[in-house]
């Protein structure tokens, strides 16, 4: 018996609706924190760890995958300043309202000598490539 598999569109046209799919949008953004993982300041891998993957509808139409960092300091490890209570001036307050200074956080080196602040951005200079490589080979079906 034979059979024959016939397209209903061009090749990118079907890559772009598949991109729409949550499913694609979940893999990606799973992918994206893997890759993410050794730049993100972990001395004892709690901001690591405590990371929500998920899908959301995207302003621009279909779907997009979010990776959100829920530790309370996520923040103030993202942009690597450091952050003191607008009343005491320390950095060890908790339930006051925090202003930034001028004094850039120092990354645990020796444990994580990856770890930096915005930590996606470090990640897509060093990985892009690889990122792109995930995506293209779960888009042709084989992951």
Do not use: C
């Not at 530790?71 to 103030?76: G, I, L, N, R, V």
């Not at 690597?80 to 006051?96: A, D």
């Not at 990640?123 to 995506?135: G, N, P, V, Y």
């Amino acid at each position: 018996m034979n059979s024959a598999f016939q397209w209903n569109g061009s090749i990118a046209s079907i890559a772009k609706a598949k991109l729409k799919l949550p499913e694609s949008a979940l893999f990606l953004a799973n992918e994206a924190k893997r890759l993410m993982d050794p730049y993100v300041p972990a001395k004892n891998l709690i901001l690591a760890q405590n990371v929500r993957v998920y899908t959301e509808k995207s302003p621009l139409g279909g779907v997009q995958g979010i990776v959100h960092y829920r530790s309370p300091y996520a923040h103030y490890q993202y942009t690597g300043i450091l952050y003191v209570s607008s009343l005491t001036g320390s950095s060890w307050s908790r339930g006051e309202y925090k202003v930034p200074t001028r004094k850039k956080l120092k990354q645990d080196k020796f444990r994580h000598p990856l770890a930096t602040s915005e930590w996606d951005k470090a990640m897509l200079r060093a990985r892009s490539k690889d990122l792109e490589r995930s995506m293209k080979n779960y888009l042709k079906g084989k992951l």
